[in-house]
C-alpha cells in the first residue's frame, strides 16, 4: 500500500495527479494556496520595501558620483543635534574642513562658548588621513559632528541647508600647500574654485542665507616687495598656483556679495602653526624629521639671505576667526536675489613678527634636545615667496585681533603635542 508521502508526492515528476476529491488533497490544496499566496505577499512586500530604501538612499545620498554615505533620519538628528546653540544669540555654523587643521581649533573654540556646529570634511588623503580621523574623534567627544562629504556635492550641501537653518559658514576646506601646485594642480582648482563655487551657491540659495567667513592666504600678496603687506597692497603677482586660487577666490566671493547679498569675510592667514597641526608644513615636517634623525632641507633665498615667515599660532588665528563670526553682519539676500549691500571684508591675520626659518629650527632644536642635519639648499623656484609680514592694524581695528603667542612659546606647545601624540619613536624603525 503506498504511503500518504508516495501518495502525494510521487517520485517521477509529470505523473503527478492530483485526485482532488481525496480528502487530503483537499486539505493539501488549501495549505498550499494559502502558502503560495503568502510567498507571494511576502515578496510583494520585500520588494516594496526594498524599492522605498533604495528611492530614499537616491533621494538622500545625491549623487553616486560622492561615493559618500549621508542621509537619513538618524543623520540628520545629529546635524540637529550638534547644530543646537546653548548659549543666548549662540551663532549655528557650518564649518567645512572642519577635520582640518584650523577647522578643529575654530570648531571646538564655537562649541566652547555655546554655539551649534557642524563639520563637513572630505578626509582626502594630502596629507595623513587617521589624523583627520583622531581630529574628528576630538570634535565627537565635545558634541560636534563632522559630515563626510565633499564640498562639490551640491545636493549634500542643499541638504546640510534644509536641515538646519545656518547662520554663519566658516569656510576653512581648502587644498593647502604651496608646493604641491605643482604637482597635483587640478586638486587646487577642484577643491579652491570649484568647491568654492559649489558653496557659494549653496550660500546664496539658502533662506536665510548665512554669513561666509572663509580663508584665504597670505600667498595673495606673491612677489609683493612691500612691507609689511596690508590688505590694500597689490596682489595681482601670485607665484603659485595655489597662490592664484586663493586670489581668484576673493574675486570669486567678491561678485556672490556684489550680485546676491552674501556676507563676505576673507582672511589671510600667515603660516598657520600650532597643535594638531598640517604634516605637510615645514614646522612639521622638521620635528618629524629631527626626531627621526633623517636630515632636513633648510630653503635658502637669492644671494643668501635667509627666507622669513610671519608664522602665527593657531590660537590667534581661532580668536581673529570669532572675531570674523561675530562682526560679519547678515547678509541681505533673499530667494537668491539681494535686497541691500552686505559687508565685503578682508583682514590680514598674522603675527607680526616675522622670523627666519633657520631661527625656526634653531628654536626646535631647543625644545626637542636633538640637534637638526641641515642641507641647506637654494629655494627652487616652486612657488616659495621669500618673506612675508603681515600688517594688521585692519584686524586688530575692526575685530580686536591682537596675537599674543611669539614663535618660542608657540613652537613649545606644539612640540608638547607632537610628542604626546607621536611619542618619541614615532616613525623610528623598531630594533
Ligand atoms: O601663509 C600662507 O599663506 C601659507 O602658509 C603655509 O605656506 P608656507 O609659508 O610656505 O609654509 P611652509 O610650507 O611651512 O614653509 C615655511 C617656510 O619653510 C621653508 N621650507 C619649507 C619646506 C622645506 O622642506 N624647507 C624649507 O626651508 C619654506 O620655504 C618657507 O619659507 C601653508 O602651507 C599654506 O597652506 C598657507 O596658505
Known sequence: MPSLQDELFPSTPGKFKIDRNHPMNRHFHRCFASTTTMF???????????????????????SRYFSVSWG??????????????????????????????????????????????????????????????????????????????????ARLLEKLFDVVVFSHVMHLAAQAGVRYAMENPNSYVHSNIAGLVTLLEACKSANPQPAVVWASSSSVYGLNEKVPFSESDRTDQPASLYAATKKAGEEITHTYNHIYGLSITGLRFFTVYGPWGRPDMAYFSFTRNILQGKPITVFRGKNRVDLARDFTYIDDIVKGCLGSLDTSGKSTGSGGKKTGPAAYRIFNLGNTSPVTVPTLVSILERHLKVKAKKNVVEMPGNGDVPFTHANISSARKELGYKPTTDLQTGLKKFVRWYLSYYGYNHGKPVN
Do not use: C, M
Not at 78 to 103: C, I, M
Open 72 to 153: 537619513g533620519i538618524q543623520w540628520e538628528k545629529q546635524l540637529r543635534h550638534s547644530a543646537q546653540t546653548h548659549r543666548p544669540n549662540g551663532l549655528s555654523v557650518l564649518v567645512t574642513g572642519a577635520a582640518g587643521f584650523v577647522g578643529t581649533h575654530v570648531s571646538l573654540a564655537l562649541k566652547k562658548r555655546g554655539d551649534g556646529v557642524v563639520g563637513l570634511d572630505n578626509f582626502n588623503s594630502y596629507y595623513d588621513p587617521s589624523l583627520k580621523k583622531a581630529r574628528k574623534s576630538l570634535l565627537s567627544d565635545h558634541g560636534i559632528f563632522v559630515v563626510d562629504g565633499d564640498l562639490n556635492d
Open 40 to 62: 507571494f505577499w511576502a515578496l510583494f512586500f520585500i520588494a516594496l520595501t526594498a524599492s522605498y530604501l533604495s528611492f530614499q538612499s537616491f533621494v538622500d545620498s545625491g
